[in-house]
């Protein structure tokens, strides 16, 4: 069992930076890769990034491509997604997910999930 908690959101102009976290729980966080989707009112859940378990590969949704990066650190159990250039088509609701073993990009192929953190950009 994993228990993710997202952190780090908020409101931004446009053009700024947000660093998101998420948390995770359990002994084997190592072995998960991390996935970070959105969703956007009236939108489908989509995928932004995903870090595999060493975070020695990560893949982007081409929106973000240049702007987002996805870290983590396993010794602290967490995930990072710095967002950089932020625009308002960014908003949405984040949430990160776990999976073990392979990178994956579709949501219903993640296990666990967090509660998700709002991001808003002004423009």
């Known amino acids: 069992q994993v228990q993710l908690v997202e952190s780090g959101g908020g409101l931004v102009q446009a053009g700024g930076s947000l660093r998101l976290s998420c948390a995770a729980s359990g002994r084997t966080f190592s072995t998960y890769a991390m996935g970070w989707f959105r969703q956007a009112p009236g939108k489908e859940r989509e995928f932004v990034a995903v870090?595999?378990?060493?975070?020695?590969?990560?893949y982007y949704a081409d929106s973000v491509k240049g702007r987002f990066t996805l870290s983590r650190d396993n010794a602290k159990d967490t995930v990072y997604l710095q967002m950089n250039s932020l625009k308002p088509e960014d908003t949405a609701v984040y949430y990160c997910?776990?999976?073990?073993?392979?990178?994956?990009?579709?949501?219903?192929?993640?296990?666990?999930w967090g509660q998700g953190t709002q991001v808003t950009v002004s423009s």
């Open positions: 870090i595999s378990g060493s975070g020695g590969t990560t």
């Open positions: 997910a776990a999976r073990p073993g392979i990178l994956r990009r579709t949501p219903g192929q993640y296990n666990y």
